[in-house]
């Protein structure tokens, strides 16, 4: 079952613009952790933020925790045309054994 | 660091073959693997997991002796898809987890299955 809902299923930017996407989950986790992926390809992994972190900084991206309200987003700075892509966040729930979950994407077109 | 292979990265065989696909940690010893499929423009749903020496755990409503996952040592795992059939084309993505208490999975580039 899918436990991360990403919102909004697609965005469309141009480029140097900010782009802001949102995870929210049900259960407690471990941590959560956001991927990209190029159509037909593999995942890469962009960040992982655990329980106790709010904040969490990695080159233009940034990711922000509340676990409070069960959500995440995942903000990409200056975007750039090479960032379109789809982004998934995934949950490492409590108790699933480090077996992720995913959301169902967002889909980033970033306009040059 | 932290690559992950699998091959082939596509295959194309006829109904009732069996194609095994393999998955490699190349620069770190993968405690557990893992399999996802995914339909296009869809999520990755978890098929099974595998530690190194044990037998896989497979999700519910994945068929065990349709995807035979063996994970062999540190480094390899694979999975066979027996007896495939179109309904099967898809695209299979593995990854690996470190040990030593590191929780980030690193997936591989995939492989795209069609069955005609």
């Known amino acids: 079952s899918q436990q991360g809902e990403e919102d909004p299923q697609a965005l469309s930017i141009q480029e140097g613009e900010n782009a802001t996407m949102n995870c929210s989950y049900k259960t407690s986790i471990n941590n959560l952790q956001w991927y990209r992926q190029n159509s037909g390809r593999g995942l890469v992994h962009l960040i992982l933020?655990?329980?106790?972190?709010r904040e969490k900084h990695s080159g233009r991206l940034r990711v922000t925790l509340d676990t409070s309200k069960k959500s995440s987003s995942l903000l990409i700075t200056a975007s750039r045309a090479a960032d379109t892509a789809s982004y998934f966040c995934a949950t490492d729930a409590i108790g699933a054994n480090s077996k992720l979950t995913f959301g169902k994407g967002i889909t980033l077109s970033v306009r040059p | 660091g932290a690559v992950v292979s699998q091959h082939p990265s596509w295959v194309i065989c006829k109904s009732g073959t069996s194609v095994k696909i393999e998955c490699r940690s190349l620069?770190?010893?993968?405690?557990?693997m893992f399999w996802y499929r995914q339909f296009p423009k869809q999520s990755l749903m978890l098929m099974a997991t595998?530690?190194?020496?044990?037998?896989?755990?497979?999700e519910q409503g994945v068929e065990k002796d349709k995807f035979l996952i063996n994970h062999a040592s540190l480094t390899l795992s694979t999975l066979t898809v027996t007896s495939a059939h179109p309904e099967d084309s898809s695209f299979y993505i593995c990854?690996?987890?470190?040990?030593?208490?590191?929780?980030?999975?690193?997936f591989g580039p995939g492989t795209r299955l069609t069955v005609l």
């Open positions: 595998s530690n190194e020496g044990s037998k896989a755990t497979y």
């Open positions: 990854s690996a987890r470190r040990g030593g208490g590191y929780n980030e999975q690193f």
């Open positions: 933020i655990r329980s106790n972190e």
């Open positions: 620069d770190f010893q993968a405690t557990t």
